[in-house]
């Protein structure tokens, strides 16, 4: 078993540290993840600056680019093998609901996903690490499973979206399949003055849970559940296609 880990908070990260001891007996395990915090960087790639690959005294590869930047180039020539396995995290806080749209954690694995490999994205749903240790167990277990039960190395990839309270490993509940809440738009941009005078602005936090019905991951983390969300990548509103194809446009259609 090759697995492949990433994530976007940065490869000294307490997460990532944390999700390699507990997966690294699982077969060949590496890290290539982002020299620097890249959370919110989606699923950006690094195309007008080069990008340089270093190892740390821990044998964990650093890229001074984005988390899709190092899956990237961990599949397409960095590695000389496939892995069968791609995981991302455990990311400092939660990615539930339209987070996912902007989660670095979750365009880590999206890129292995895109490139044909099965990929996770693990979240922790608070920042500051707290029980890291029982989210730690909790994402070996998973991992684990899906390998004994050989839904790693066959068949079609999946993107799984994983958020996991933080709680001691005894209050941590079962596992719950859910689907994605939503959130509130965002909070106000925050201003401040530059030393000189010059407005400076500072994106404002996610807003709170809109939509935190039962049978969302909010609602299953608030319950103390594992939320796990299958996730695609095609963005076609395929509801809404054949009203589209139906409009009367002023203009040639076919
Ligand atoms: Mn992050």
Same mark, same amino acid.
């Given at each position: 078993m090759n697995i492949l880990i990433s994530n976007d908070d940065g490869y000294q990260a307490p997460g990532i540290v944390a999700l390699y001891e507990a997966l690294r007996d699982l077969g060949r395990v590496e890290v290539v993840a982002p020299e620097q915090n890249n959370s919110a960087k989606s699923n950006a790639l690094t195309l007008h600056s080069p990008l340089y690959v270093h190892q740390a005294a821990n044998g964990f590869r650093y890229v %001074?680019?984005?988390?899709?930047?190092?899956?990237?180039?961990?599949?397409? +020539?960095? #590695?000389?093998?496939?892995?069968?396995? @791609? @995981?991302?995290? /455990?990311? %400092?806080?939660? %990615?539930?609901?339209?987070?996912?749209? $902007?989660?670095?954690?979750? +365009?880590?694995?999206?890129? +292995? $996903? #895109?490139?044909? /490999?099965?990929?996770?994205?693990?979240?922790?749903?608070?920042? +500051?690490?707290?029980?890291?240790?029982?989210?730690?167990?909790?994402?070996?277990?998973?991992?684990?499973?899906?390998? &004994?039960? &050989?839904?790693?190395?066959?068949?079609?990839?999946?993107?799984? %979206?994983?958020? /996991?309270?933080c709680l001691p490993a005894d209050q941590l509940k079962s596992l719950k399949v859910c689907r994605l809440g939503r959130r509130h738009a965002a909070e106000r941009v925050i201003t401040q003055a530059s030393p000189r005078g010059e407005t400076m602005y500072w994106i404002g936090s996610a807003g709170a849970a809109k939509d935190d019905a039962d049978g969302t991951d909010f609602h299953a983390t608030m319950q103390g559940h594992v939320a796990l969300t299958p996730l695609q990548v095609d963005l076609t509103d395929h509801d809404n296609l054949s009203a589209w194809s139906d409009f009367k446009w002023a203009l040639p259609v076919t």
């Amino acid at each position: 078993m090759n697995i492949l880990i990433s994530n976007d908070d940065g490869y000294q990260a307490p997460g990532i540290v944390a999700l390699y001891e507990a997966l690294r007996d699982l077969g060949r395990v590496e890290v290539v993840a982002p020299e620097q915090n890249n959370s919110a960087k989606s699923n950006a790639l690094t195309l007008h600056s080069p990008l340089y690959v270093h190892q740390a005294a821990n044998g964990f590869r650093y890229v %001074n680019g984005t988390p899709a930047d190092c899956v990237h180039i961990a599949l397409t +020539g960095l #590695l000389d093998y496939r892995p069968d396995l @791609v @995981v991302s995290g /455990i990311n %400092n806080g939660a %990615n539930m609901g339209d987070d996912t749209i $902007y989660s670095g954690t979750v +365009g880590a694995a999206m890129e +292995g $996903y #895109l490139m044909g /490999i099965p990929a996770i994205a693990f979240s922790q749903t608070e920042r +500051g690490w707290k029980h890291l240790d029982a989210a730690a167990a909790r994402a070996r277990a998973l991992v684990e499973s899906l390998i &004994q039960q &050989q839904r790693v190395g066959m068949g079609a990839p999946w993107l799984l %979206n994983v958020n /996991i309270p933080c709680l001691p490993a005894d209050q941590l509940k079962s596992l719950k399949v859910c689907r994605l809440g939503r959130r509130h738009a965002a909070e106000r941009v925050i201003t401040q003055a530059s030393p000189r005078g010059e407005t400076m602005y500072w994106i404002g936090s996610a807003g709170a849970a809109k939509d935190d019905a039962d049978g969302t991951d909010f609602h299953a983390t608030m319950q103390g559940h594992v939320a796990l969300t299958p996730l695609q990548v095609d963005l076609t509103d395929h509801d809404n296609l054949s009203a589209w194809s139906d409009f009367k446009w002023a203009l040639p259609v076919t």
